[in-house]
């Protein structure tokens, strides 16, 4: 609510216009305009913002997918996340990337059209230098990727784009297929320069070097499956049942984990007077009778029985028994 005049106040404002002080007209004029809000008819925005928040939770998905992957292809440390969405036309996303770059042309059955996936120079470049014995690094000069390198790539980009399956499983069920491979972006006009897209930018840290990965997807593509991308379909609270495929896709991934797995020879209680005398040759008694199997942990708990003894000139354990249930570590 507005205020309220006072007396003196309104008597102030009649004298005003009585005096000729304040138009009367030119009051009129101000009280009838309205606020103007620019529009731009050249990128109108097709997408809600439930849409954005549900394409974001969804690349979250991804997100954790993609990470899972590169860490078991890589053996290395690697976290990934959204980092921003936004409406632009296809012309604007096609002029921001670097020629040449990696591109990946792919569909989502049974949705009809072409969606994008790009990997930044630096990004490519840390994986081929991993896969290949390096340390993950980058270049500091883009170029084009030779024939071996290519084949590196693409063949991670077919996996990465089948992540895509389980990251939209819980709104549609669509089919992702690796169409081509493009490094000019000029030769990659899957619509339109003018019409709308969703760009989803994430950022992949591998090791040391961090690289963006951009998802080019089309108004037109999404268009028909847009009504399920609402914050209300995709926090229902339906039980959802398990499949036994969702269980076995789940292991798998389980399976690039790395732990670590320890062969516990005993331990031995000495003085630290003794400790700092030991010298070349010194032998500990250790509780552990040779007779008996060593356990062996895996992290915290133990899963195996073992015999210590030589394979060819490396020292190796042989497993006798399997503990089901494991026990944790004492101590």
Known sequence: MGDVLSQAEIDALLNALSDGQVDVEEMKTTKTQKRIRVYDFKRPN????????????????????????????????????????????????IRSLPNPTCLALYSLSPLEGTLLLELSPSLTFAVVDRLLGGQGEGTEKNRDLTEIEKTIIENRLVQMINITEEAWAEVYELKPQFLS????????????????????????????????????????????????????????????????EQVQAIRKKIEWAKVDMVAFLGHSEILVRDLLELAKGDVIPLNQSVKDPLPIYVGDFMKFKSLPGLHGEHLAVQITEIIEEGGEQDG
Do not use: W
């Open 181 to 244: 491979m493009e490094s000019n972006p000029q030769f990659t006009q899957i619509v339109a320069p003018n019409e709308m897209v969703v760009l989803i930018t994430l950022e992949v840290k591998i090791g040391e070097a961090i690289g963006m990965i951009n998802i080019c997807m089309p108004y037109l593509v999404l268009e028909p499956i847009l009504d399920k991308l609402s914050t209300f379909f995709l926090f229902s609270t339906e039980a959802k049942v398990t499949s036994p």
């Open 46 to 93: 097709k997408f809600s913002k439930d849409q954005i928040h549900s394409l974001h939770n969804i690349h979250e998905n991804f997100c954790r997918g993609l990470t899972t992957f590169f860490s078991g292809n890589l053996h290395s440390v690697v976290e990934s996340s959204v980092i921003s969405i936004e409406q632009i036309t296809y012309d604007e996303f």
